[in-house]
């Protein structure tokens, strides 16, 4: 997809995101690394310093949200 077609397609489905998370900014760079990794960059989208100290990730699918929450969890005991 070309850039603008990515940007409207996120538009569209970002007014309705069900599939939120919330994070924390020590993690950013981990949390970037593991979006390019696992999901197609028009199915995530990062909005930065949404609170203090929190990021938000928002996903299209419920299957991206349910493997990113698992991952994040996972890394937040570590």
């Known amino acids: 997809m070309i850039p603008q077609a990515i940007v409207d397609y996120k538009n569209r489905w970002k007014m309705a995101a069900y599939f ?3 994070v924390h900014t020590d993690f950013r760079s ?3 690394d593991w979006c390019k ?3 197609f960059q028009w199915r ?3 909005k930065r310093y949404t609170d ?3 990021d938000t ?3 299209e699918l ?3 949200y ?3 929450k698992s991952w994040y969890l996972e890394k937040w005991r570590e």
Request: hydrophobic content about 35%.
């Open 57 to 59: 990730v928002s996903f």
């Open 20 to 22: 939120v998370v919330s």
């Open 66 to 68: 349910e493997a990113f």
């Open 62 to 64: 419920s299957e991206d």
């Open 37 to 39: 990794e696992h999901c």
């Open 52 to 54: 203090n100290y929190t």
């Open 44 to 46: 995530y989208d990062i």
């Open 30 to 32: 981990d949390i970037k």
